[in-house]
């Protein structure tokens, strides 16, 4: 299943298909990243958000919770539903088919490195159940929801290593193109 599926994702992802997500990616960095980001900021404060720490625990998640008040908890929920089911989908689709492209010409049929193209997957899925577990929590508070508030930390953390990774992956095999072009040449 995993292989039919690379073979999908590199096939589909061409050189227009990774520019495209590309300019989708950063316009939506630049107009709507900033905006939710000062929203963000009003309601958490010191105390910031899930979304963006690497590392909390469920204690950490309560008082973030806490720290919002009720209309700071009604606006993350709000986040959360809207804007943030938006941006993994922009995210993972770049870095989809970023690396579907880079991959598709760097690497050969059955190199496993292919598999790398599913690891955006992997971190939109995960951010996701961070955010459904996290709004949960919030939600919910002052009531507590103990399975959630010890999901959320483990979806968080696992999606930026999907996500970082990623990225990573993407910078190196941008690299191992230049040089591969650069020998040929």
């Known amino acids: ?18 520019l495209a997500s590309l ?11 900033p905006g939710q980001s000062a929203a963000a900021e009003a309601y958490s404060g010191e105390v910031g958000s899930p979304d963006t720490s690497l590392f909390y625990a469920s204690d950490d998640l309560y008082r973030m919770a806490e720290t919002y008040g ?17 941006f993994p989908f922009i995210y993972g689709v770049f870095l989809t088919a970023g690396l579907g492209w880079l ?18 997957l992997f971190g939109v899925l995960l951010d996701l159940l961070e955010n459904i577990s996290a709004a949960f929590v919030i939600g919910r508070f002052p009531l507590r929801s103990p399975l959630a508030a010890v999901l959320a930390p483990v979806f968080t ?4 290593v999907f996500v970082g ?19 040929t040449n």
């Open 157 to 160: 953390f696992d999606k930026w």
């Open 103 to 120: 991959l598709g010409k760097t690497t050969k049929h059955e190199s496993r490195w292919r598999l790398l193209v599913l690891a955006p």
């Open 1 to 18: 299943m995993f292989k039919k599926l690379t073979a999908f994702l590199i096939k589909y992802s061409t050189g227009w298909v990774a």
């Open 70 to 86: 009720p209309d700071g908890r009604a606006a993350y929920i709000h986040a959360r539903f809207t804007f943030d089911l938006i």
């Open 165 to 183: 990774g990623s990225f990573i992956a993407l910078m190196v095999f941008l690299v191992a193109l230049f040089f591969q072009k650069m020998h």
């Open 23 to 33: 300019i989708v990616f950063l316009a939506f960095g630049a107009f709507v990243l």
